[in-house]
């Protein structure tokens, strides 16, 4: 039998090359099929930050093979939650979704000396979303 997701995310950040795609996945590898995962940006870059994908495989987690998408108004109110990353007034805002704005160093042009501590406090955020998601879950009348 297959449980419908106990949420759904949305990260949000301009290039949808760093920020966004590390806490894409972090979350896919934490919460598995409990959460379903998006990440968009307001400007896509082409391709995924080399130094954001190193970072992460030092941690188990593989990005490589994702690709920056286009932020949608589609995504946005599939969405129960939508984390933005600094893509300032450009995330759209719907009633009943939960918004959550990480102040976050943009890792764009840096090595993965300087990723790694931006990774880090993404983990962290990751972690405790997932600790309210799933006490939220528990809280819901059975």
């Known amino acids: 039998m297959t449980t419908a997701p106990l949420a759904s995310v949305l990260f949000v950040c301009v290039h949808n090359a760093g920020r966004s795609q590390m806490a894409a996945g972090f979350l896919r590898h934490l919460a598995g099929d409990r959460v379903e995962v998006r990440s968009a940006g307001s400007i896509p870059g082409d391709r995924v930050n080399p130094a954001a994908v190193e970072a992460m495989a030092e941690v188990g987690v593989d990005i490589s093979g994702r690709q920056p998408k286009v932020l949608t108004t589609e995504a946005v109110q599939a969405s129960d939650y939508v984390i933005t990353m600094g ?9 009943g979704k939960r918004y959550l704005d990480w102040a976050l160093e943009d890792p764009a042009g840096q090595g993965v000396e300087a990723v790694r501590p931006i990774r880090d406090e993404i983990r962290g ?5 997932v600790a309210e998601i799933d006490a939220k879950q528990e809280a819901r009348p059975r």
């Open 87 to 95: 893509c300032g007034d450009t995330c759209p805002v719907f009633p």
């Open 125 to 129: 955020l990751i972690e405790g979303l």
